[in-house]
């Protein structure tokens, strides 16, 4: 399968690379496309060299398959063309999430959102679907009401700008800012712009999203959304309110038992999900179970998982997947 991965140079991008090799995915031919700052320079990909191009170049190729991770702007521009020619779009900006008609998916919580008209696919944010996923199986079997979530995002989620200022401020040396303050020793309180609600827009993605993608406007969620100086992965605090009652051992076996989720949680031991063992694991780890014990049928859970893997480029691959497996892309 011809694939063009756009935004190939940042964060993100190298991680698809890294997934599309790792996960054995068919790829004939790779169409690395970047900003005209980057086109002309190579990168490896299964041990080859391919030349980075601008996008003109890549839809003059025809791929198959675009994944993109360069920004809405870039996106809202470019997608749309990638799909005129017949090639499918998995974004991972959030120019196309709350689009109508545009499916939002975690391929473990709702792959029927595909179809063969799907020629842009959305990839949620990175909280959101670590999120659902933990969540998806409870909800199944005893009905969301109700969810609080705090996070606490890893600088990754910023991109390479973030990670250089969290090192250089660890290593006492000026460069360039991605944030308004400085990270190390620090937390803040402020992903994305302030809203007129007062929350933030990461926050408010949280929200719609999780409705979208659970096909449920019933559900209520409210969120907190920080930056933490930690590079692994996102954590989640999150309380779950649900319509019926549960038992603790039965949220354990439904946890265990549901895909993309390893249940990391004996406190005798200090075993709970942390960043440092989520890294470069596909898994959305869940631990700390415990029951809201100032409120029925509540449950507190700490979820942690690696956003530049699950959080963006694994999840973005498994769509893909999803595509051959439904017959919607042939080899």
């Not at 499916?103 to 799907?118: G, T």
Request: aromatic share 6%.
């Amino acid at each position: 399968m011809k694939v063009a991965v756009v935004g190939a140079t940042g964060l993100v991008g190298n991680k698809m690379l890294e997934v599309l090799e790792e996960r054995h995915f068919p790829v004939s031919e790779l169409i690395p496309v970047a900003s005209s700052k980057s086109i002309g320079q190579s990168i490896q990909f299964k041990g080859q060299p391919y030349e980075v191009v601008g996008v003109e170049s890549a839809i003059a190729s025809k791929p198959d398959l675009a994944l993109f991770s360069a920004g809405g702007s870039t996106s809202l521009e470019w997608a749309p063309k990638f799909a005129e020619i017949g090639c499918f779009v998995v974004d991972n900006s959030s120019a196309w999430r709350m689009q109508e008609g545009v499916p939002l998916v975690v391929p473990e919580v709702n792959p029927q959102a595909i179809s063969s008209d799907s020629k842009i696919i959305a990839n949620p944010n990175c909280s959101t679907i670590q999120m659902v996923v933990a969540l998806q199986p409870l909800h199944i079997k005893w009905g969301i009401k109700r969810i609080v979530v705090s996070t606490y995002q890893s600088v990754t989620g910023t991109g390479k700008k973030a990670v250089d200022q969290l090192m250089n401020e660890r290593a006492n040396q000026l460069g360039e800012m991605a944030y308004k303050h400085k990270i190390d020793l620090n937390l803040i309180p402020q992903i994305d712009v302030f809203l007129d609600n007062a929350y933030t827009k990461e926050e408010m993605k949280m929200v719609h999203e999780t409705k979208k993608i659970m096909g449920s406007n019933a559900i209520q969620l409210t969120a907190t959304a920080v930056r933490v100086p930690v590079l692994g992965g996102h954590s989640e605090s999150i309380n779950v309110e649900f319509e019926n009652e549960f038992e603790l051992a039965d949220v354990y076996a439904a946890l265990s038992s549901f895909p993309g989720i390893v249940v990391v949680d004996d406190i005798a031991q200090a075993q709970y999900p942390m960043p440092i063992t989520a890294h470069n694991q596909d898994a959305v780890l869940v631990g700390r179970i415990r029951r809201d014990e100032t409120q029925a049928k509540t449950l507190n859970l700490w979820v942690v998982s690696d956003n530049l893997r699950k959080g963006a480029a694994s999840n973005a691959v498994q769509i893909a997947e999803l595509l051959l497996q439904q017959g919607l892309i042939s080899l």
